[in-house]
Structure formats: structure tokens, C-alpha cells
């Protein structure tokens, strides 16, 4: 029969403290992972903005010309002709829809993007786990 033995400590605590080396590379590495992931994500979203909002920008800039125009033919006209309705309209709904898709972007922005919240709300669990298990190791 094979002979029982008590496990050597000091094999114990160097498999135990190699295991949690590994386990402490292992968060890093899954870290760095979800870093990289929210960081992309954020790009995306930062880019989304720019293209709608620079699309709602240019026609608002758009649409106050247009307005302009109208505006200033009319007073120079001094209701001695009709009134241009439509383009008057026109340039109204270009306005509301070029503030309306830099609103949006601008909305849709802020709840996309992550700014690293995550992965600093994860950095700071692991710093805590971090300390506890520094204090268990004699």
C-alpha cells in the first residue's frame, strides 16, 4: 500500500502562490481585453457623431443662408410682391431638421460612449482584490 503523506508547505504555498500569479495575469490580461473592446466602441460612437453631427451642422449652416436670402428679399421688396412661402418653408425645415440630427448625434453620443467607465470601475475591484489578497499571504 502506498504510503500517505502530508503534503511539504512549502510545495503547497509555491503551487499556491504560482496558481495566483496565474489567476492575477489572467485579470490583466482580461483587463486589457475589455479595454480595448470599450475604447473601439467608444471610436465608433465618436465617429457616428462626427458624420451626423457635421451633417446636421452644414445644413443648419445651409438653411440660415437660405433664410437670409428670404429675409433680405423681402425687405427690399417691401411687400410690393407676394411672399416666397415655400422657400421660406423650406428653409425652416432644413433649420429644424439640421438641429434635430446634431441633437440626436449629440444624444445618442453621450449614451454610447463609455469613456473607460468600465474598465475603471474593473481596476478598481481588482486593486481591492488586489490588497486583499497581498494581506492573506504571510
Request: proline fraction near 4%.
Amino acid at each position: 500500500m502506498p504510503e500517505l503523506t502530508a503534503p511539504d508547505p512549502q510545495e503547497t504555498q509555491a503551487g499556491s502562490t504560482s496558481k495566483s500569479l496565474a489567476e492575477v495575469v489572467e485579470m490583466a490580461s482580461l483587463r486589457w481585453q475589455l479595454a480595448e473592446l470599450e475604447l473601439r466602441s467608444d471610436l465608433a460612437a465618436a465617429q457616428r457623431f462626427g458624420w451626423l453631427g457635421g451633417i446636421g451642422l452644414v445644413a443648419s449652416i445651409a438653411s440660415v443662408a437660405v433664410l437670409t436670402v428670404v429675409l433680405t428679399s423681402q425687405l427690399d421688396e417691401r411687400l410690393e410682391s407676394s411672399f416666397p412661402w415655400v422657400t421660406l418653408s423650406a428653409g425652416c425645415l432644413m433649420l429644424a431638421g439640421g438641429l434635430l440630427a446634431a441633437w440626436w448625434s449629440w444624444r445618442r453620443f453621450r449614451g454610447e460612449f463609455h469613456g473607460l467607465r468600465e474598465s475603471l470601475d474593473e481596476c478598481r475591484e481588482d486593486l481591492v482584490w488586489l490588497r486583499e489578497w497581498a494581506q492573506d499571504r504571510p
